[in-house]
C-alpha cells in the first residue's frame, strides 16, 4: 500500500462526529439538539447592519485593510476593561484577538504542544478542545467531574505521577455538560496551579448566558499570575459567524502567540473586528445579553419539563444555570450510540456523550442543546427521544 502523503500527526485524524451528524440533521423534518448552535433569531441584525455601516463611514477603507496580528487596539482595550474593570492589571499588551476560540485552542496547541506531552481536562470535555490537542500529538489524560466540576482529590492524585503541560477547564456551563466549576473547587486550583506550577487554559465561552445564581470570578481573575490563559468569545453574545474572540494572558505569552498567528491567517479579519468594536461601543450589548439569557432560560425550563414529563424513571438529567446544554444519564449499560439511530429514524437528534471522553468511556450519557430549538420542537423531539428510551429499557 502506498504510504500516506500526509503528516504523521494527521494519521488518528478523525472527523467530528458531531460535524457527520450534523450532516444528517439539515434535513428540515428533523428535530436536532445535536448542534451547539445560538439562536439564530437572537442575532442582532439591526445592531449589526448599523454598526457595519458606521464602520464604514467612520473608518472607511482602514476597516477593510490588513491590520495588526494582536487586533484592533481600541476593541483589546475594550475586552481589557471587561475582563479587569478598575484596568490595573490589563491593558492591551495581555490581550490577543482570535478568529473564534477554537483559533485560541489552536495557537496555545501550537505554543506548549511536543508530540506525547500531557494535557488534563476535565471529563467531558469540548470535542473541539479534544482535537486540537490531539493534532498536536498530545496525551490527553481524563480527570473525573462531577456536578461541582473537576474532582479536585482526582487532580491531586494524577499530579503525584505526572506534570501536564496544560490542564484545559470550562468552569462555567461547561460544553457538553452544562455544570460549572463551584467556589470552592474554584479557589483550591488557583492554589493548586501555583503550587505545582502549571498551565491553566480557562476557555469561557458560556460565562455571560448566566440564568440564575451567582457569576462566579474566573480563575485567571482569581490567579493572577502567569500560570494562567483565558479565553473568551463574542460567538455566543453576539454572533459565531464574525469569528471573533480573544485570549488574555502574560504579555510575553500573547507575544509569542501572536508569533504563532501571523503564520497562522496574519490577523483576524479586520472588519468583523470593527464591527464587534463599533457594537460594544455604540450598540446594546449588555441588554442584548439579557435576552438571550432570558430566552435560553426559557428553552431550558421547557426542556427540564418535557424530559420530566417523556423519561423512563431510570433516566436522570442535570439543570444547568447557564449555557446551552443539558446532560442526560441513560441507565447503565445502555449505549446512546444505538439510542441516537433510533432517534434519528423517528426524526430527531443529539449528540451521544461518548465523543466528550477523551477516554472513550460515557457510553450512556446524552448532550441536549437547548439554545438552539423553540418550544413546541423541544416539547415533541424530547417526546420522541423519551419513545425510544421507553421502548429500549
Ligand atoms: C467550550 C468551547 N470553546 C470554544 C468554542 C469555539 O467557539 P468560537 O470559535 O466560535 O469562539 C466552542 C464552540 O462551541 C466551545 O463550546
Redesign the pocket.
Known amino acids: 500500500m502506498q504510504k500516506s502523503r500526509g503528516a504523521e500527526r494527521i494519521a488518528g485524524l478523525k472527523s467530528s462526529a458531531i460535524r457527520d451528524i450534523l450532516k444528517i440533521t439539515s434535513r428540515p423534518e428533523v428535530i436536532s439538539f445535536a448542534g451547539?448552535l445560538p439562536a439564530p433569531e437572537l442575532f442582532p441584525l439591526q445592531e449589526i447592519a448599523d454598526a457595519a455601516q458606521n464602520v464604514l463611514l467612520k473608518y472607511g477603507s482602514s476597516a477593510l485593510q490588513y491590520s495588526i496580528t494582536e487586533g484592533l487596539i481600541p476593541l483589546r482595550e475594550k475586552i481589557a476593561k471587561i475582563l479587569d474593570p478598575d484596568a490595573k492589571r490589563l491593558n492591551i499588551e495581555n490581550i490577543l484577538i482570535t478568529q473564534?476560540?477554537?483559533?485560541g485552542?489552536d495557537l496555545i496547541s501550537k505554543l506548549f504542544i511536543d508530540k506525547g506531552d500531557m494535557v488534563f481536562t476535565e471529563t467531558p470535555s469540548?470535542l473541539?478542545?479534544l482535537q486540537s490537542f490531539q493534532l498536536f500529538q498530545a496525551d490527553i489524560i481524563a480527570i473525573p467531574s462531577d456536578e461541582k466540576g473537576i474532582r479536585i482529590n482526582k487532580l491531586l492524585e494524577r499530579l503525584k505521577e505526572q506534570k501536564p503541560k496544560l490542564i484545559y477547564l470550562?468552569p462555567n456551563f461547561?460544553?457538553p455538560s452544562g455544570t460549572s466549576l463551584s467556589m470552592e473547587r474554584r479557589l483550591k486550583l488557583i492554589e493548586i496551579i501555583k503550587s505545582h506550577d502549571l498551565m491553566l487554559v480557562e476557555?469561557d465561552?458560556y460565562g455571560e448566558l448566566i440564568f440564575e445564581g451567582e457569576k462566579l470570578p474566573s480563575l485567571y481573575n482569581l490567579g493572577r499570575s502567569k500560570n494562567f490563559i483565558y479565553?473568551g468569545?463574542f460567538?455566543k453574545t453576539i454572533a459565531?459567524g464574525l469569528?471573533v474572540?480573544y485570549v488574555a494572558g502574560d504579555k510575553e505569552i500573547i507575544q509569542k502567540l501572536a508569533v504563532i498567528k501571523q503564520g497562522t491567517d496574519l490577523h483576524t479579519n479586520t472588519f468583523g473586528q470593527f464591527i464587534v468594536n463599533e457594537y460594544l461601543e455604540n450598540g446594546n450589548y449588555y441588554e442584548h445579553i439579557n435576552q438571550i439569557r432570558q430566552t435560553y432560560k426559557i428553552r431550558r425550563d421547557y426542556m427540564l419539563s418535557a424530559i420530566d414529563r417523556y423519561s423512563p424513571k431510570s433516566v436522570t438529567w442535570n439543570r444547568p444555570a447557564g449555557g446551552m446544554f443539558l446532560w442526560v444519564n441513560l441507565p447503565e449499560g445502555m449505549d446512546a450510540q444505538k439510542i441516537l439511530l433510533r432517534c434519528l429514524e423517528n426524526d430527531v437528534a443529539f449528540v451521544p456523550g461518548q465523543e466528550f471522553f477523551p477516554d472513550s468511556s460515557g457510553k450512556n450519557t446524552i448532550r441536549l442543546n437547548f439554545s438552539n430549538a423553540n418550544p413546541e420542537n423541544i416539547e415533541e423531539g424530547i417526546r420522541r427521544i423519551g419513545e425510544v428510551l421507553k421502548a429500549q429499557i
Do not use: K
Open positions: 451547539g473564534g476560540s477554537q483559533q485552542l469540548y473541539g478542545a470550562m461547561q460544553n476557555d465561552p479565553m468569545s460567538s459565531p469569528r474572540a
